[in-house]
């Protein structure tokens, strides 16, 4: 096992540990949560719905989409409304002003546009994207998350985070490499 760890840094922005295969990464996830750690990230060069799981993440994106969906649909009947009652009411062939049947083609569109721009916004904001540069960037063996490497990196920012004590436990989890990542 390797180190890339500086003693003599005041302080990092977290410890990233790389690990063979899914499992170590799984078992690393779980001995780390019962250890107490919350504030940890993890990356994988493949989807692995597992690591999601046990990081605790939650999905907020679908609830978000739902709010733009409902607020495309009153947006889009709310402006045939008022231009066709309010603004400029035209009888039609005894229709009333507000005939609510010819609203629902441009309603049915404005909810898949408003849902549509808040998927792609709400998932760029999620995953506060667009990011040119991350701190475990400058980490050299964190090229291998794209290749065929597991990576745990505990946070600084975690309230439990004590350098020596999350090293420590990293260490138990026999890492092919442990490092520390610095600040940005």
């Known amino acids: 096992m390797s180190s890339v760890l500086d003693k003599g840094a005041p302080s990092c922005f977290g410890l990233l540990a790389e690990f063979p295969n899914v499992d170590d990464l799984l078992q690393a996830i779980h001995k780390s ?3 107490g750690y919350r504030d940890m990230e993890a990356y994988t060069p493949l989807p692995v719905h597992e690591v999601c799981h046990a990081l605790g993440y939650r999905n907020r994106l679908p609830f978000l989409v739902l709010i733009g969906g409902i607020l495309g649909a009153v947006g889009g009947f709310a402006l045939q409304y008022y231009a066709s009652v309010v603004d400029y009411p035209l009888n039609v062939g005894g229709r009333p002003f507000n005939s609510w049947p010819s609203f629902i083609i441009v309603t049915f569109e404005t909810t898949i546009l408003g849902a549509a721009l808040t998927a792609v916004l709400g998932m760029l904001a999620l995953n506060g994207l667009p990011r040119p540069h991350h701190p475990v960037f400058s980490v050299p063996q964190f090229k ?3 290749g065929d490497r597991f990576f745990l990196m ?8 004590e350098q020596e004590d999350a090293e420590q436990l990293l260490r138990e989890l026999e890492p092919l490499s442990l490092a520390e990542v610095p600040h940005p």
Request: net charge positive; proline share 7%.
């Open 33 to 35: 949560r019962e250890a």
């Open 154 to 161: 505990l946070l600084s920012r975690d309230p439990r985070y």
């Open 144 to 146: 291998m998350a794209s």
